[in-house]
């Protein structure tokens, strides 16, 4: 399974703005948290799951996101290609990240906000990967 962009929408009346994603199935989801980063400057890079999959959606400003999938979890390859997405919150725009990868978060924006949907609990599995921010040439 690749990474994608489950494409949101937005609707605005005179009573305001209505954001909607109608093709993202949440049903799987059993967890949801919001990263905000401390600064645009700061990446929090690479952190990712074996068997967990991820969503990701803006709720405030935009970021940067890149991820890699992993061939080798003991010894990963370093010069791998690292698929990049840029997504905001002018849409409810969903990044589905499947299992195997690991990400790269940049906020775009000061005060930008990113939920993230995981599909298992908090320590119902153990699937935490992480390599240093240079691990990746």
Same mark, same amino acid.
């Given at each position: ?8 929408g937005s609707h ?9 994603? &109608?093709?993202?199935?949440?049903? +799987? ?6 990263? @905000? ?11 990712g799951h074996k068997? @967990? ?15 890699? +999938?992993?061939? &080798?979890?003991?010894? *990963?390859?370093?010069?791998? @290609? ?5 997504? &905001?919150? /002018? ?17 775009? /924006? ?13 320590? /119902?599995?153990?699937? /935490?990967?992480?390599? *240093? ?5």
């Amino acid at each position: 399974m690749i990474p994608e962009i489950i494409t949101g929408g937005s609707h605005s009346d005179t009573r305001g703005t209505l954001f909607y994603n &109608n093709d993202f199935d949440a049903s +799987v989801v059993k967890r949801i948290y919001v990263i @905000e980063n401390k600064s645009i400057d700061f990446i929090r890079a690479w952190q990712g799951h074996k068997i @967990e999959q991820r969503w990701f959606s803006v709720i405030n400003g935009s970021f940067k996101i890149q991820l890699i +999938v992993i061939d &080798n979890w003991e010894n *990963p390859t370093k010069n791998i @290609e690292k698929l990049s997405f840029t997504i &905001n919150a /002018e849409k409810l725009d969903v990044l589905h990240v499947p299992k195997g990868h690991v990400s790269s978060i940049q906020s775009l /924006e000061e005060g930008s906000k990113l939920l993230v949907m995981a599909d298992y609990r908090l320590n /119902e599995i153990i699937d /935490e990967f992480r390599f *240093p921010f240079d691990y990746f040439v």
